[in-house]
């Protein structure tokens, strides 16, 4: 475990033995605990994809009534930005655990709220919106949203923002049996990934399209330059399995 994850204090006014549920009750929180539960959040994003994962898990787990509080706490107040940050943040964790109507609730709320500008959050939490909506078999929905993301991430120059919206709508494409749209979204979002070299991305983009080159009967394309094992350390490739009873059969976010 990361000696930072292992570092983190309770938040200002927390005692160690005290859960949120009580100390809620006596306290409503404040913008320190916001702010402490969305670094949090934030810390953790890349860890739950990584050799910590089910550390990192168990920890936002324990949580949970924290974060649902400093959540409310931005909604609240009307911040739209910090909100989105933690709640797109936290999409992988409430994936992997199962959290997915309360995830996609909160990615909602925080999405319907005005903002003042566009920054990459917003492309963020939308993909992540998707998402989850794709697990709930709301294929539709999901493509809207990665629709939207894609526009906006192009907006704000996040190249790598566009890449994962790109791969999450071609994903729904194809879940909905649409594959003349589901290829030229993967084809972009792989395209992209492979100039950014981010690796992890691109292995997830060949998941996703060399599903549908099979689905579409085109087996040499499925089998030969899109090996996805190929695209992702070894480390990483053994990580995968960790989370593999909460997550088998989802096909990946």
């Keep these: 475990m990361s000696t930072r994850w292992s570092g983190w204090p309770h938040p200002p006014g927390i005692r160690p033995q005290d859960g949120w549920g009580n100390q809620a009750r006596r306290k409503r929180p404040d913008r320190r ?27 936002l787990e324990r ?7 400093a959540l409310r706490w931005w909604i609240e107040r009307g911040e739209a930005e910090p909100g989105l940050r933690m709640g797109s943040a936290l999409q992988w964790s409430w994936y992997l655990r199962g959290h997915l109507s309360e995830g996609r609730a909160w990615l909602e709320e925080l999405l319907a709220m005005p903002a003042p500008e566009v920054t990459w959050a917003r492309p963020k939490a939308l993909t992540g919106a998707g998402s989850l909506a794709i697990q709930r078999g709301d294929y539709r929905t999901a493509r809207a949203l990665c629709g939207e993301s894609v526009a906006l991430a192009r907006e704000v120059g996040d190249r790598w923002r566009v890449a994962y919206a790109l791969r999450v ?22 395209a992209i990934a492979r100039e950014l070299g981010a690796r992890w991305l691109t292995a997830l983009t060949l998941f996703n399209h060399t599903r549908v080159d099979r689905a579409l009967g085109e087996y040499a394309a499925a089998r030969t330059p899109r090996r996805v094992v190929s695209a992702v350390p070894a480390g990483r490739r053994r990580m995968g399995h960790r989370a593999r009873p909460l997550s088998a059969g989802r096909g990946g976010l």
């Design 63 to 69: 949580d949970q009534g924290y974060l649902r509080a």
């Design 33 to 59: 605990h916001a702010d402490y539960y969305r670094a949090l959040a934030e810390e953790a994003e890349p860890q739950v994809r990584g050799p910590e994962q089910i550390a990192w898990l168990d920890r």
């Design 169 to 190: 709508a071609g994903d729904a494409a194809a879940r909905e049996g649409d594959y003349a749209a589901a290829q030229p979204a993967l084809a972009e979002g792989l």
